[in-house]
């Protein structure tokens, strides 16, 4: 999928760069670890990594001959490594805005890895470059693939967007849907009409990039009638549909849903996909494909069986408060493609009697302030919708959602947000307390 870069070709991943304060917080974090995953301090120091292990400005990153790792970087770039591969952040600065002192400077020294590029580099693309022993990639797009084929050639393929892929013979755009390949240093890039597979094999649908990797079944969602679905896209404001017969592959990732009427399908593209306890997932196709055919692009759900009336009856009166650290959320996407990160959710729950009180707050990377609002009491419910989310600065923006689980555990929404200034953005998430 991915033109071939030579090993001389370090790939230059856009610099990342963090100010002090975040780099102390980490530039990155695992998503996902398994097998061998280490990372080599600039002072040499080797450390063993696992899921939520945090990575700094200056860290190689090492996976082993059955290693895989995937990051996730404080401007919202995801970055999925392959076994036997070594990912250098040499230089990556990031204050949770576009200031124009943002960094993303990467090495890839061997091995393959694929990306969903973030903030850093959209306003300014010499802000972002991932390096190979053959070339240098800079982004002008949002997804592609790199994987050195022997230590003098690269391979490269590029999902969604555009890249340009550069050496000392000169560069090369490589759009949506084309592969490459990097020869030498001296040697110009050249379009390749095979697409570079990374080996071993997804365990995903094969016409599917998934940014969640895993060397074997983790499946905890079951497939199966009776659940209902928050979701939202490019062009379909927030969602609800009940009712829902849903299918989930081996790592969770929602693959179809129907509710009787209408059917939503995973169409070719990059997908993410995570999940909490087996009783709520959400996730992120680049496409949905309905059953008359037609495309939603930048499709985000949440997925649950809704907690029963009986259960949240049965609350009684209280103040419950649900938060992102205790679920999860997809890549927040612009409908320019940008990505961004939910980086704070909270919604507090508030029961007395039959009604209850809900306020939400929704904080993006990619924005100052949050989007807030508190709905007046309204009788107890197991779905709710937020009409006028507003940032004090003339955002504003909707969500729908609904309670998922025994005792109403969690949280699940679907939301769209405009800025006053910049694109409309989609996402979806999980929230337990």
Partial sequence: MFPIISRKCLLSLLALVLPAQLLAAGAARLDF???????????????????????????????????RAQMRFSDGAMVSLQPQSEFSLDDYRFSGKADGDERGFF????????????????ANRDNYKVTTSVATIGIRGTEYTVTYVDPETVAIATGEGRIEVCNQAGCLVVASGEAAVVRGNDELPRLS???????????????VRPLLVASESMQTMESGPGYSMQFVSDLLPPHSKEGVDAVF????????????????SIAPG????GSRDG??????????????????????????????????????????????????????????GGASTLTAATMVAQFSGSSMELSLSLKLSSHASAYTETLSPLSRSQTF????????????????????????????????LQPYVGAKVSGSAALGR
């Fill in 33 to 67: 670890a398994s097998g061998d995953v280490s990372a080599r301090s600039a002072s040499g120091v080797v450390r063993s990594l696992a899921k939520g292990s945090e990575l700094q400005a200056g860290d190689t990153v090492l996976t082993g001959r059955e290693g």
């Fill in 107 to 122: 090495r890839l020294l061997k091995g393959g890895l694929r990306t969903l590029t973030g903030l850093i580099g959209r």
């Fill in 193 to 207: 009409a095979s697409r570079p597979r990374l080996d071993p094999v997804q365990p995903m649908l094969s016409d």
């Fill in 249 to 264: 592959n081996n790592v969770d990732l929602l693959v179809r849903a129907s509710d009787g009427t209408s059917v939503y």
């Fill in 270 to 273: 990059i997908a993410e996909a």
């Fill in 279 to 336: 009783v709520i997932g959400w996730g992120r196709w680049a496409s949905a494909k309905l059953d008359d055919s037609s495309v939603l692009d930048n499709f985000h759900y949440v997925v649950g069986r809704m907690t029963s009336m009986a259960d949240i009856t049965g609350l009684g009166d209280g103040t419950y408060t649900y938060t992102l650290a205790k679920g999860g959320a997809s890549t927040a996407i612009d409908v320019n």
């Fill in 385 to 416: 919708q937020f009409d006028s989310l507003a940032d004090g600065s003339g955002g504003y923006g909707q969500a729908t959602g609904m309670f998922v689980g025994a005792g109403a555990s969690y949280v699940g929404i679907a939301y769209q």
